[in-house]
């Protein structure tokens, strides 16, 4: 293998890793909006409830 092709084959498995890493932090920091998003529903519901 020439150096080059070595030099390729391990810039594509640096990228693919920086890719998984990516989906990782989006599907964690989706769960993180989606509970904060829960919870202020859930903070109005009961300033709603509390008004009545």
Known sequence: ???QK???LVAIKVLLLAAAIG???MM????T???IGEDV???GEA???STR
Not at 28 to 31: D, P, R, T
């Open 33 to 35: 909006v989606r509970g």
């Open 47 to 49: 300033i709603q409830r």
């Open 23 to 25: 989906v990782v932090f």
């Open 1 to 3: 293998m020439t150096p």
């Open 6 to 8: 070595i030099i390729g």
């Open 28 to 31: 964690v920091g989706c769960n």
């Open 41 to 43: 529903e859930k903070a």
